[in-house]
Antibody, heavy 120, light 106 residues
Framework: QVQLQESGPGLVKPSQTLSLTCTVSGGSISSGGYYWSWIRQQPGKGLEWIGY???????FYNPSLKSRVTISIDTSKTQFSLKVSSVTAADTAIYYCARFGSGRYWFDPWGQGTLVTVSS | DIQMTQSPSSLSASVGDRVTITCRASQSITSYLNWYQQKPGKAPKLLIYAASSLQSGVPSRFSGSGFGTDFTLTISSLQPEDFATYYCQQSYSGVTFGQGTRLEIK
């Protein structure tokens, strides 16, 4: 079964770029049928969709974050990545990667999440 | 943007109780509505997809209903492991989550 695991720095300085990677095991990113997604959760808050990408390159972002976010896929490494530029304390959150079905329209499975703190 | 509003925001109940959580969309989303359960320190887990379909492995005490703008998640008989936060999520246009409903032990 497909499993996802986030990785990346746990601390990022304000104004810098946050970079995370999600490694997919038990399945192929390039087999099609799914969008590869990022979702975040600020401490004690609800869930916020960041965006997702199809292996072919089609990408969709949350309009509220679109100007600062880039999602990319490395099919050779079965990984996909998230970059958030010009971060502030408001970007402190647990970041989850998840699989979103094309034609299925729900998130499953999810990675365990990784906490990123923005602080100097 | 489609807004999702859950009610109540928090709920206290006892083991064995029947519990209903409501999710309302700001416009029709037909049946593009999913429910997730999140326990402290864990990732959300899919419970119900397409408004009323039970995800594989999820106990049958969980059920979902609704169409258009109004949806419900029902737990027929609360078990100790059900105390968690529940989120609805629409995928009709983009993706939006509800603000969550925290289910606590009375």
């Amino acid at each position: 079964q497909v499993q996802l695991q986030e990785s990346g720095p746990g601390l990022v300085k304000p104004s810098q770029t946050l970079s995370l990677t999600c490694t997919v095991s038990g399945g192929s990113i390039s087999s099609g049928g799914y969008y590869w997604s990022w979702i975040r959760q600020q401490p004690g808050k609800g869930l916020e969709w960041i965006g997702y990408m199809y292996f072919s390159g089609n990408t969709f972002y949350n309009p509220s974050l679109k100007s600062r976010v880039t999602i990319s896929i490395d099919t050779s490494k079965t990984q996909f990545s998230l970059k958030v530029s010009s971060v502030t304390a408001a970007d402190t959150a647990i970041y989850y990667c998840a699989r979103f079905g094309s034609g299925r329209y729900w998130f499953d499975p999810w990675g365990q999440g990784t906490l990123v703190t923005v602080s100097s | 943007d489609i807004q999702m509003t859950q009610s109540p925001s928090s709920l206290s109940a006892s083991v064995g109780d029947r519990v209903t959580i409501t999710c309302r969309a700001s416009q029709s989303i037909t049946s593009y509505l999913n429910w997730y359960q999140q326990k402290p320190g864990k990732a959300p887990k899919l419970l119900i997809y397409a408004a009323s379909s039970l995800q594989s492995g999820v106990p049958s005490r969980f059920s979902g209903s609704g169409f258009g703008t109004d949806f419900t998640l029902t737990i027929s008989s609360l078990q100790p492991e059900d105390f968690a936060t529940y989120y609805c999520q629409q995928s009709y246009s983009g993706v939006t989550f509800g603000q969550g409903t925290r289910l606590e032990i009375k």
